[in-house]
């Protein structure tokens, strides 16, 4: 279920495939694949409707000419353009200027691009991109690394697909970094592949399959002692209001007493949440407390003391902003966190990853699944590297994608808003793994609600997440799975 594949992966698959079909097998079922999902987006009477249909050098332009061949059977007309091959049967190597298409088909380059996308190939890229029809990518857009989601090159094209039809199995780069805007919807297709000729996967969807049950109904018998106390600190002179977007967070997503541990002289109280507890985190005794540590912490000497206080703590501990910050500059901080056999959760964004690492951001980017399960591995810990397409990593090397959320999220105190949505599951008994997956998956579909209500992606704000987490979060409780064994309802 959700399962993605890297393109080493593919390759094998693809190859012991094939060797027990006759040549050409493959190429001609992604073809006809593509081509009904071709014929459904162009939709009824096909055969008033012109389809262009680019062609690369490779087999993801064998695929094209079999869509091509397939399209025109039914009826589409069909214009063809095949890089560098004009001299191709009926065949153009540009795109004819001024027409209207009901649908590009882009079989450019697939799975074996080796290098910036380049002459020819980047201006058709370019002119496809600035048409407004609908785009089908075969198996990945051009330009798009398949794995990492990244565009190829240091000033590289891919095409802008608003679909994708992707073969064997999906991949990574087409759901994190710009795989997103890339990919548009993606449809897998195994073309007939055994799954047993894929190897287990490693790396998979976040879906609510992957935590749902964790998600347990309220007893009636319960009280606030039930469900926790999370304690976020931070709240550095003049960042007040990030500890109090996680502990708004905390307080909507069911913890039972959430407080801020302020370290500087903080507020005396929230009034637009009333329920929260404001402390001074020097003299504010933690124990039986989740802690949140990280949001508007600063670096002062207050900030590391009580970073060092929770690390060596056993409180289950979620790892934000400044405390990542400030363990990544300490060698000593660092070993702190290795040795915790609590739970741990770390939400950098990408550059307090790459501080974490000793990298810069754009290593990161580069292969955000392996930046996410290094510092998980190294630390120990449950990771949220966080961004379009979040992974979540843990010790193990287990590694998902999420695919909610959207670029309303990109504004300052929404990653405040995760951190404390994170650490209120896990006040509230979660395992590090449950509640990052869960936050994480969370906070995007509450985001994508706001939006389809009309409140982003312009202009929205982290301050109305939590109340939005609060609806998706009981309607998942409502709606949870039940364990084998237990009547569905
Ligand atoms: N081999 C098979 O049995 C199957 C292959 N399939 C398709 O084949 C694709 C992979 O085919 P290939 O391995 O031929 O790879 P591609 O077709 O993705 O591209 C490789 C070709 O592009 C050239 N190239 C790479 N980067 C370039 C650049 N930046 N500028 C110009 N030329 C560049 C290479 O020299 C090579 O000729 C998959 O993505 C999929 O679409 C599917 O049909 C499934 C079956
Ligand atoms: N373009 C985007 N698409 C989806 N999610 C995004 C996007 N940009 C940011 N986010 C999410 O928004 C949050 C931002 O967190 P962060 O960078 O820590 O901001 P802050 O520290 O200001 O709260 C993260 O959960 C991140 O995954
Ligand atoms: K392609």
Known sequence: MGALYSVAEIRQAERAAAAQLPPGTLMQRAGRAAARIALGIIGAEPVAHQALVLAGPGNNGGDALEVAASLAQSGVGVTLVQLGRADAAGALNHIPAGRQWALVVDGLFG????????????????????????????????????DSGAVIGPDGVAVRATHTITFIGDKP?????????????????????DEALLPGASVHMNEPAMFGLAFAPRLHDSHKGTFGDVAVVGGAHGMAGAPILAARAALLSGAGRVFVASVDHGPAFDSGQPELMFRDAASFNFAGSTIVAGPGMGDSATAIRLLGKAL?????????????????????????????TAHTILTPHPLEAARLLGVTAGVVQGDRLEAAREIAARFDACVVLKGSGTVIAMADGEALINPTGNPGLASAGTGDVLAGLCGS???QGWPARDAALAAVWMHGEAADRLVAEGCGPIGLTASELPAAIRRVLNRMVAERPKPAGQPQS
């Open 111 to 146: 799975i074996g691009l080796a290098r910036p996308v380049e002459g020819a190939a980047r201006a058709m890229i370019d002119t496809v991109n600035a048409l407004a029809c609908p785009v089908l990518a075969l198996d990945v857009p051009s330009g798009l690394d398949a």
């Open 173 to 193: 780069g087409l759901h994190t970094l710009a795989g997103r805007d890339h990919a548009g919807h993606v449809i897998v297709d195994r073309i007939g592949i």
């Open 312 to 340: 060596d703590g056993d409180n289950p501990l979620v790892l934000d902003a400044d405390a990542i910050n400030l363990i990544a500059a300490s060698p000593d901080l660092q070993a702190r966190l290795a040795a915790r």
């Open 425 to 427: 599951l896990l006040a």
